[in-house]
T-cell receptor, first 116, second 113 residues
């Protein structure tokens, strides 16, 4: 009974490279959320996706960041041309497809991105 | 604009004591207030949640107190244990329109022996 799976757990990139973060939601969940956590700060919402649709991307930076949740496979958060300020922990959460889907989120263990 | 303010930033409590963490919100449209617990290297996990139609909710040693008029809510951990040492986040959500939880900045709790 796997929970939300994120990989890699740690990702090191040099400035200008691309970072790809993957998230497999819990079985039966079709709602995925990405959050970013900076040291000593709370989690900041980035994007909310359902299968093949971006529902709310109001927290995503306008440039270099993109997210997808294809019909098959994990959700991907992609950061192009990374900069040092992108260094953070990125958490994915999923929720059930039925009922009040917003209310109960299950979080993965996160991907710690370090940009050198 | 920080919509959910959380305090204190850190807290040290002796074993058996009461831990109290406070949050205040601004958006009166919020109607769901969860607390999350996060251990180092792990993602946050839902601990307990409350809706504004009640003033208190208790689950085991954890209690949420809610003051709608003051737009404040707090987490009380009774008989605090070393295993409770973690970072605690309050959050708020407008279940009607918004898809995203708004989190407080977190409180790092340390329970000493």
């Amino acid at each position: 009974n796997a929970g939300v799976m994120q990989n890699p757990r740690h990702l090191v990139r040099r400035r200008g490279q691309e970072a790809r973060l993957r998230c497999s939601p819990m079985k039966g969940h079709s709602h995925v959320y990405w959050y970013r956590q900076l040291p000593e700060e709370g989690l900041k919402f980035m994007v909310y996706l359902q299968k093949e649709n971006i529902i709310d991307e109001s927290g995503m930076p306008k440039e270099r960041f993109s997210a997808e949740f294809p019909k098959e496979g994990p959700s991907i958060l992609r950061i192009q041309q990374v900069v040092r300020g992108d260094s953070a922990a990125y958490f994915c959460a999923s929720s059930p497809s039925a009922g009040a889907s917003n209310e109960k989120l299950f979080f993965g263990s996160g991907t710690q991105l370090s940009v050198l | 604009q920080q919509q959910v303010k959380q305090s204190p930033q850190s807290l040290i409590v002796q074993k058996g004591g009461i831990s109290i963490i406070n949050c205040a919100y601004e958006n009166t449209a919020f109607d769901y207030f969860p607390w999350y617990q996060q251990f180092p290297g792990k993602g946050p996990a839902l601990l307990i949640a409350i809706r504004p139609d009640v003033s208190e909710k208790k689950e085991g040693r954890f209690t949420i107190s809610f003051n709608k008029s003051a737009k404040q809510f707090s987490l009380h951990i009774m008989d605090s244990q070393p295993g409770d040492s973690a970072t605690y986040f309050c959050a708020a959500l407008n279940t009607g329109t918004a898809s995203k939880l708004t989190f407080g900045t977190g409180t790092r709790l340390q329970v000493t022996l």
